[in-house]
């Protein structure tokens, strides 16, 4: 397994769609979609890059990077999506919250191999 690292993005500008959920039990399907949610965003026209990370108490952050509003309100329609969103409402999410945003600077360190 290799380390994690923060998704490789452009320069600014562009937009993180910031999704914050707090998960109910059981897997429910989840993972199997997640996944393949995953592969249908990246094939997705404006889709940068993503970060996600989900806590021991079950706080999960994932935060898509989009080359604009356009994009976005794409991937938002797109017919999987949507069907995944209604799912995940039902059965996935105890409570969630979505923010957009646009990124106007970024910047970033890694630790040289070694150090």
Not at 6 to 17: D, E, G, Q, T
Not at 20 to 42: I, S
Not at 53 to 69: F, H, K, M, P, Q
Not at 92 to 103: G, N, Q, R
């Amino acid at each position: 397994m290799t380390d994690p690292l923060p998704a490789s993005l452009p320069a600014p500008p562009y937009y993180a769609v910031v999704f914050t959920a707090v998960r109910t039990a059981g897997d429910n399907g989840y993972g199997e979609m997640d996944e393949r949610l995953f592969k249908l965003a990246a094939d997705q026209p404006g889709f940068l890059g993503v970060d996600a990370a989900r806590g021991a108490n079950g706080l999960g952050i994932t935060v898509s990077y989009w080359r604009d509003e356009e994009s976005i309100a794409a991937w938002r329609d797109h017919a999987e999506h949507a069907l995944a969103r209604a799912y995940g409402r039902e059965h996935w999410y105890a409570s969630f919250a979505l923010h957009v945003a646009k990124v106007e600077r970024a910047y970033g360190f890694t630790r040289p191999a070694g150090t």
